[in-house]
């Protein structure tokens, strides 16, 4: 058996409440550049399913730009490590600098490519570094700023300058190279958030916090004009970017609103169009970035959706779409409709995929609670949160209807709904399981052991309850009690996982010391062993439709795949499916795996039979 990567559902961009995001792109693939996480996304904006990745920061990475050529890019990181790597063949890095001591917030290529400059947090003095892209050596010094500096900008035509702004609400202009500090600006009134010029280096353009935008000559600084404030923002301004051919711009805002400026002869900025991005009402529509890219004009709201305009057609609806930020810990099948995926993460978001087409919209609950385990039957889900509650959600389309939340009285550890009768909901919390029929607990029953992992058969007769102690302990289920049949021992770590194959003929489990074992149900006999090769705990685990394979995910960041009537020795390992470790597993089909994980993408595996 082998396995290839079918299609790949990206994350969204880190965002945070009161900060702008710079995103990035390159004009000749129409691919922009954004940062998760460790991950570097790039993605064509054509088509939102062409996406790759770039993993190798030791920190949360920051921002990325393509080098003008598109054949490089340089990304930076919470740590002020600047990386710049190749964007072809597997991206071998060609350089690494330590540039600031602290965040960089944004940085620039020269337009021939040789220099970068970089800015943001320092501690002490500097805020702000030009260097030689493949020596790393300085190309000035960079005075004047006394607080983080958050956008920088890299004249793009001859003679070369340099302007940076800031939160000590400076706008500063360095002549060069090597660049010398030239003249400040102080016209903004609160935080510059970004700085821009325009593509013929005729002018730049600064927005802020205050609400205003300033327009500057590219030459000499000088200040020529300003953001008309009639139609103009009431929130603060994020960002703003440039059309193509420099005659207008398109700034995004906290008041939700995206607008793009006409920039008139005598260097004033008047509103064109004010664009309105798909909303539910809430804070996560504010607008923190945004990009003009060829035809394109993409924006990035708080909630992390993005929303790609046409400049051809500004009255056209945009095409939205968005996906998880944070660890995707669930993964489920609507088994009416298996092209159809479910997945959630602990911020309380659920997204609904569509196999072959990518996002298809979030789940809006009425109550956005969080969310620790997450499963589906036909036209309902069940969720279990942090706050000791289960809730039963009914499901129309992309519709919530009322939920019910029924509190168990402890932390859930695992949550197991019996398919066959899915009134009937299995709870593990520490001390034991509490069962429940539709919304109604019917027993809390004290196991005497430490419970780690639950699962409940199908038909709803029998359950199966992992110990911290790594013993599997096996109950009938009648009357609403448990009847205790066998206890199994070969596990060497606590339980994490159990789960049955789909024809109940055997279960599987996992532990926390990186062993998987598969069980026959009716010898209660080991079927598979020496399932030995994860290197990290294992996480989950999922059976393929037929009974015949199954793969489990692991901290390791790998998902492994075993035949069940092979030995272990003839798996399939996927070697880096999720950075930072595989939490949800699902099968659609007998050769169709989707895996998810802490980096917050879903993949679609294909494995190709023997």
């Not at 990745?53 to 002020?80: C, I, K, L, M, Q």
């Not at 509190?407 to 949550?415: A, E, M, P």
């Not at 010898?523 to 598979?528: G, I, Y």
């Amino acid at each position: 058996m082998s396995q290839s990567l079918l299609e790949t559902y990206a994350c969204m961009a880190t965002t945070e409440r009161g900060r702008g995001i710079l995103i990035s792109g390159d004009a000749k693939s129409n691919s922009i550049l954004y940062t998760n996480g460790r991950s570097v996304v790039m993605m064509n904006l054509q088509n939102p399913l062409d996406v790759s990745v770039y993993g190798d920061h030791a920190y949360p990475a920051t921002v990325a730009r393509f080098s003008p050529n598109g054949e490089w890019v340089a990304s930076a990181d919470a740590s002020g490590t600047v990386r710049i790597w190749g964007t072809r063949n597997d991206f071998v890095l060609k350089k690494e600098f330590r540039v600031l001591s602290a965040r960089i917030d944004d940085l620039q290529w020269s337009p021939d490519g040789l220099r970068i400059v970089a800015c943001g947090e320092g501690k002490g003095r500097s805020f702000v570094r030009a260097f030689m892209w493949d020596s790393g050596t300085n190309v000035g010094e960079f005075d004047g700023h006394s607080r983080r500096v958050l956008s920088c900008a890299y004249k793009p035509t001859r003679p070369f300058r340099v302007v940076t702004c800031g939160e000590d609400f400076l706008v500063n202009f360095y002549e060069g190279p090597p660049f010398r500090f030239k003249l400040s600006h102080r016209d903004h009134s609160n935080f510059v958030n970004c700085v821009r010029f325009s593509p013929d280096g005729s002018k730049f353009i600064t927005v802020s916090s205050d609400k205003k935008g300033f327009i500057f000559d590219g030459k000499s600084a000088v200040k020529i004009g300003e953001l008309s404030s009639e139609g103009g923002h009431t929130g603060s301004i994020y960002a703003v970017s440039w059309s193509p051919d420099g005659n207008q711009v398109l700034t995004v805002s906290a008041d939700k609103s995206a607008k793009v400026w006409d920039i008139t002869e005598d260097n004033n900025g008047k509103v064109k169009k004010t664009l309105t991005c798909p909303s539910s009402g809430g804070v996560e529509d504010m607008l923190v970035g945004c990009l003009w890219l060829n035809d394109y004009l993409v924006t990035v709201s708080l909630g992390g959706t993005m929303s790609i305009f046409l400049a051809s057609d500004l009255d056209k609806a945009p095409t939205a779409f968005s996906g998880h930020m944070k660890n995707v810990s669930s993964l489920t099948i609507l088994r009416s409709n298996p092209q159809v995926l479910l997945s959630s993460s602990y911020d309380g978001l659920i997204v609904k995929w569509i196999q072959g087409i990518g996002y298809s919209g979030k789940l809006q609950r009425k109550e956005n609670s969080q969310i620790k385990c997450l499963a589906a039957v036909e036209e309902e889900i069940v969720t279990s949160g942090f706050d000791n509650k289960i809730r039963r959600v009914s499901l129309h389309g992309d519709q919530c209807g009322d939920t019910e939340a029924i509190d168990i009285g402890g932390q859930s550890k695992d949550l197991s709904v019996a398919l066959l009768c899915p009134e009937l909901a299995l709870v593990s919390i520490d001390s034991g399981v509490v069962m429940l029929r539709g919304t109604k607990i019917v027993s809390t029953i004290n196991l005497g052991f430490i419970v780690s992992a639950s699962t409940v058969s199908p038909d709803g007769n029998e359950a199966i309850i992992g110990g911290q102690d790594g013993k599997l302990h096996i109950y009938s289920i009648s009357s609403d009690t448990l009847v205790e049949e066998a206890v199994l021992e070969k596990h060497r770590g606590a339980i994490s996982v159990i789960r049955y194959s789909p024809d109940v003929s055997m279960f599987a489990s996992g532990d926390v010391n990186r062993e998987a074992v598969v069980w026959d149900c009716s010898t209660r006999e080991v079927k598979l062993k020496n399932m030995l090769y994860h290197t990290a705990r294992i996480n989950c685990l999922a059976w393929s439709p037929d009974s015949r394979r199954i793969a489990t995910g692991s901290l390791d960041t790998c998902v492994i795949i075993y035949e069940v009537d092979q030995p272990a020795s003839s798996r399939i390992t996927i070697k880096g499916a999720h950075l930072g470790g595989v939490y949800g597993l699902a099968f659609t089909d007998e050769y169709s795996l989707v895996s998810s994980g802490e980096d917050a993408f879903i993949r679609v595996w294909r494995i190709t039979p023997p």
